[in-house]
Each structure stands twice: as structure tokens, then as C-alpha cells.
């Protein structure tokens, strides 16, 4: 099943996400994941709910002006379009499985910047495009061959490709 995390890690590393489709999991110890898991147990307390619903896990879920809000909590506004994308696809998941109409807003904590997200014509097809590809990419029998980006010193999976 294509979720957010598998969408979220194609956009980084198609490796990436090759590896997690097949269930191999990274380093549980990694830095990188425990600061993730700190940022998200202690960042907006008073409106967090976090939920999940099959193919997504959301961060928050508020309405503003009887517009229903999906909020995803991130780390860095540095990969705010990857983010975007992820978000968008929740969007996507909720309007076509559910006939729910959410827009998004993507939280960077530390920043103190949000970011409002609305699914358009163009975004919902720059999801099922990824869609398509992520298909196409997890039923081949290996992963890619690892490429060296700057990711990959914040990757779990880091020992795994490079040690
Ligand atoms: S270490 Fe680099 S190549 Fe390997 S999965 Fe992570 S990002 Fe991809």
C-alpha cells in the first residue's frame, strides 16, 4: 500500500523508499529518528491529534471556519515541497476514499511557520503521477543502487548503503 512516509521517502531517495516498501528496516536508533519522535511528542500539545486512517497517519486535525485542516508537523522547512507533496497526498486519500474535502497546513515548530496547503488540479495530478512511479519502482526485484546525495548523512539507512 502506498502511504505518506513511503511517499515522503521517493521524493528524498528512491532506494529509500525501495527498501521500506520491502520491509527492511532502517537503524532504530538513528539520531535523525529520535529527533523526529521528540519534535513530534512535544510540539503542539494543546491541539494535537494524531490519528490514522489505513494508508496515512496525520499530526492534527482541527476545522477553521468549517474547513476541515490536516496539519503535519515537520522538522525543517528545508524540504518544505517534499512535505507539501506528502500532505497533499492525505489530501488526495481523504477527497477519493472517503469523499472528504481537508485542506493542509504544514507546521515547522522550530520555524514557527505554517504553511497552508490546497489540493488543486495540478497537485492532484503530481500525486498520481508519484503514485504511478512508486508503483512502477517497488515491484522491481532490487532496489536502486545507492547515489550519494546530501540526505544520505541524515539517513537510517545510512550503515545499510554505505558500510
Ligand atoms: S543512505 Fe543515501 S542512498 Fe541509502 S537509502 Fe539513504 S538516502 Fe538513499
Request: with cysteine.
Amino acid at each position: 500500500m502506498i502511504t505518506g512516509s513511503l511517499i515522503e521517502s521517493f521524493l528524498i531517495c528512491e532506494r529509500q523508499a525501495w527498501l521500506m516498501a520491502h520491509q527492511i528496516t532502517p537503524d532504530q536508533d538513528h539520531p535523525y529518528l529520535e529527533l523526529g519522535r521528540l519534535i513530534d511528542e512535544e510540539s503542539f500539545t494543546d491541539e494535537k491529534k494524531k490519528i490514522s486512517l489505513e494508508n496515512m497517519i496525520i499530526d492534527l486535525i482541527k476545522t477553521e471556519n468549517k474547513t476541515l485542516i490536516l496539519g503535519e508537523i515537520k522538522k525543517s522547512s528545508k524540504v518544505q515541497e517534499i512535505a507539501k507533496i506528502q500532505l497533499a497526498f492525505y489530501l488526495y486519500s481523504l477527497k477519493n476514499n472517503y469523499g472528504i474535502k481537508a485542506d493542509g497546513l504544514l507546521i515547522f515548530p522550530k520555524e514557527k511557520r505554517r504553511v497552508r496547503v490546497v489540493l488543486d488540479k495540478e497537485l492532484e495530478e503530481k500525486i498520481e503521477d508519484t503514485i504511478k512511479r512508486i508503483e512502477i519502482l517497488i515491484y522491481k526485484g532490487k532496489p536502486p543502487l545507492p547515489q550519494k546525495i546530501p540526505y544520505c548523512k541524515l539517513c537510517a539507512y545510512r550503515e545499510f548503503c554505505w558500510s
